[in-house]
């Protein structure tokens, strides 16, 4: 029998994450908002938390039912026999996630199904394990709509966006299954030229150069099924192994970044670094103006400063047209893509967006900006000058 999965993603990344399942060999698939339920063995959800670029979590459903009141979840995870799905030394927590619910108190709930973890360890092996809400070896899963509830397992452990190799970040860094989805959004492939000008702690190029050297995005962490009673190790280490396999050799990869702040600059290199990459990219320290990009045209991606982040909405002002100079004088018959939640940005700019397309970083709600910046589009000015001669 098939086992019942949720993985979720950021919004606007449930196409790709649907794609990512069928190759990991998920049946069933359906899509919602911000995720998608589906099933599969174990082989299948270990596929998807060593190889999903743009899964948040992948959750193994354990129990579902109707309720009305807090003592129905109570009951409804008592039921459940927790001690065979982990060991009592494991410390546990436990989220309660909601959507029309009708009671009143959701860390009444999660109390209550705490509870009912505790009490069903005690009633079968006489101890029950701890909480621990920081560094949970696992974590249990509650989701609620107005009458129904969906138990849950997590099998990925930390979130999977933690790839464990952005060691150093800056203030409010991009999450790494994003970074990978615009990456796929874009189009982008590897062997093609691409350019974060605005690179902060280097996600969009950490997240390319292991597309570009086909490195798992799960390959060097551990996940929350590994402390899972059902864990078939012979099962993941031949997964594993064939992704380790699959890796390509260290070479660059016409991958390039560079950032007006000197310390974004050095944390970047300092990531790159650390996980053996630094090889791969070409990092410069550069302000967004004074760029000199690849002779070769290319995509250009970046997750430019906004009002969250400096708190300076007439410096930004002032900056969009100076980007907009430089655009169109330096990359000509470039593609380029602009993730902000300053939609006063294209505008600004006076540049027209392609395609607008709306994504969340965390949850702030952005705008995913496509400007292509059309070659020949100076070749008026070159046809005046040839006439002159």
Known sequence: MLNQYFATCPRGLETLLVDELKQSGAKEIKVTDGGASFAGELAVVYHANLHSRVATRILMQVGRGQYKTEDDLYQGAFKINWPNWFDVKHAFMVKVTAVRCPLKSLEFVTLRVKDAVCDK???????????????????????LTADS?????????????????????IEAPLRENLAAGILKLIGWKPGQTL???????????????????NIAPGLYRSFGFEKLKNFESDTFKKIKNAATKAVKPLSFQKIYGSDLDLRAVRI????LSE???????????????????????????????????IGEDDTLAALYPLMA??????????NTYFLTNDLRMPKLMRLSPSKKTPLFNGPLECRLFEIKMVAGSNRKDKDDAKAAE
């Open 121 to 143: 360890f005690r009633q079968a092996v006489g101890s029950r394990p701890n909480i621990d809400t920081r560094e949970p070896a696992v974590r249990v899963h509650v989701y």
């Open 149 to 169: 509830y969906q138990l849950y397992v997590d099998t990925s452990g930390n979130p999977l966006y933690q790839r464990g190799n952005r060691k150093n970040s």
């Open 195 to 213: 350019l974060d000008p605005m690179c902060g702690s280097g996600t969009f190029l950490l997240e390319a150069v292991m597309m570009a050297l």
């Open 268 to 271: 970047t290199k300092q990531n």
């Open 275 to 309: 996980a053996g990459w630094l090889e791969a990219v070409q990092i410069t320290h550069t302000d967004f103006n004074s760029l000199v990009p690849p002779a070769e045209p290319g995509i250009l991606v970046a997750n430019p400063p906004y009002g969250v982040r």
């Open 325 to 334: 100079a430089t655009l169109k004088q330096k990359l000509a018959g470039w």
